[in-house]
């Protein structure tokens, strides 16, 4: 089978000036490598795509391909990781991980967490702030959580994050507002244990992977999982991998975790990640169908180390739920 590698490369766009958080959810050459390497170990012929853009010329010029596996984020807009999707749909060729609908949805955290109020999935109180009126509307518990609506990686999240008063919610919502250029979403603030869900395949097939708890260490900006704590992360978190049938909580955060997975419809592969309430009470804070994949850094592919899963089975089994999801709709 030959497959096509779509993806955005960092090093490419800090050469044409954007800066490291901007481009902080993009991919390294290392990434791209392991990738093929284990494609290719699986039996399978690479080749390189590259951008959104590059994907259109390709197609223009009359390239193909069995499957794409996509790991590209996009630049602009809140549907950005929807776009190759979106176009490979439009040419009928079949590509790993979620469609457009579900990648619009799950970049824009109001949005999905909506979708799971409605289905019964338990998310934090929250509201929406789009212009500078929309502060003083906000009626939360204190401490509040603010970030960018549609970004990943932490971007717009650092140790002013927690705010405890209108006061410091509205310097900060007016920052965020100024920076990001999209509307913030406030959230009442989790206090207790960070988790991150690793979970594979699809629908009723899908499976969770296992789990890993975020620890901040002592030199951590404090609060949260920030942009800075995430590229500074083998200095600054400890992560820990947590067995299901050791830690209520755990199998509590795994439980909703699959649940929600199912009900946004994710496919393949993705990571969620949970934290506990002033209560005790887990609550799920992100969904991620597009989870990094470098094989060491990334929160994945950890998980799937612990759980003695090679980074090469890892992507074996992405493409079988890939293959066999296109194969049934074929059939249809």
């Not at 959580?145 to 717009?156: C, D, L, N, Q, Y």
Request: aromatic share 6%; with cysteine.
């Amino acid at each position: 089978m030959k497959v096509g590698l779509t993806f955005d490369l960092r090093e490419e766009y800090l050469r044409s000036g954007y800066s490291e958080e901007e481009t902080a959810e993009f991919d390294r050459v290392s990434t791209i490598e392991a990738l093929e390497t284990a494609i290719e170990a699986c039996g399978h012929e690479t080749e390189r795509i590259g951008h959104g853009r590059d994907l259109i010329r390709r197609l223009a010029s009359g390239d193909r391909w069995d499957l794409v596996f996509n790991i590209a984020e996009g630049l602009h807009g809140a549907g950005r990781e929807a776009q190759i999707p979106a176009i490979l749909d439009l040419y009928g060729i079949p590509y790993t991980f979620s469609g457009p609908l579900v990648m619009a949805l799950t970049l824009h955290k109001g949005l999905t967490k909506r979708v799971l109020r409605d289905g019964g999935i338990p998310t934090p109180g929250f509201a929406e702030i789009h212009v500078p009126s929309d502060i003083d509307a906000v009626d939360l518990f204190y401490p509040l959580f603010v970030k960018p609506i549609a970004e990943g990686t932490g971007k717009g999240i650092d140790d002013r994050s927690v705010v405890h008063d209108l006061d410091e919610l509205r310097v900060r919502g007016l920052d965020l507002l100024e920076r990001f250029r999209q509307p913030i979403l406030v959230e009442e603030y989790l206090p207790g244990r960070e988790f991150t869900v690793g979970i594979l395949g699809t629908g009723e097939s899908a499976t969770v992977l296992g789990s890993m708890e975020i620890l901040l260490l002592a030199d951590a900006e404090k609060g949260a999982y920030t942009y800075a704590n995430k590229e500074d992360s083998e200095r600054l978190v400890e992560y820990r991998h947590l067995a299901r049938r050791a830690d209520p909580l755990v199998e509590s955060a795994e439980d909703i975790a699959l649940e929600a997975w199912r009900l946004l419809e994710g496919r393949d592969g993705g990571r969620i990640d949970l934290r506990v309430d002033r209560r005790g009470r887990v609550q799920l804070i992100e969904v991620n169908p597009l989870a990094g994949l470098h094989p060491e850094h990334s929160d994945l592919p950890m998980i799937a180390t612990a759980q003695g899963m090679p980074y090469a089975e890892l992507i074996r089994h992405i493409l079988v739920s890939a293959g066999t999801r296109v194969a049934a709709a074929e059939a249809v």
